[in-house]
Each structure stands twice: as C-alpha cells, then as structure tokens.
C-alpha cells in the first residue's frame, strides 16, 4: 500500500496495483491503457486496510502521493 492523500484532506493508503496499473509490455499498449484509465479515482483506505476513508483521483491533480505529503 501507498500513503496517500484524499481528495477530502484525509491521509490513507491506496493499493498499487489500482494506483500504478499493469507493466505495459510496450510503449503502445502503455498509451492506451493510460488513455482509458485516467483521470481515475481509486479509494483511500485506513492503515488496516479494509475501511475506506475517501478517494485518490489519478491523473487529475487533486491527489498527493507519498512523496508529496508532508512536503512544503
């Protein structure tokens, strides 16, 4: 799981299959899965993993990752 930020100011974690997707075998494959994937809005979980606490929208601007939270 990833720390991240909801869209509602709620720090949590967000699963990085559904964050990051699959390894695109080729440049082209990559392009369209991201061209159908995104924007997207995955859930923000609690530390435990189960109970979701708020959203993470990818590719839309509003969500920080872990390297980004707690930065100035």
Known sequence: MVLVQATNGKQGYAYARQLYGPTPKNPRQAMTWASTHYPNT?????????????????????????????SP
């Open 42 to 70: 995955i859930p923000v979980y609690a530390q435990n993993g189960t109970t979701i606490i708020g959203h993470f929208v990818i590719g839309g601007g509003t969500g920080l990752t872990s390297n980004s939270v707690g």
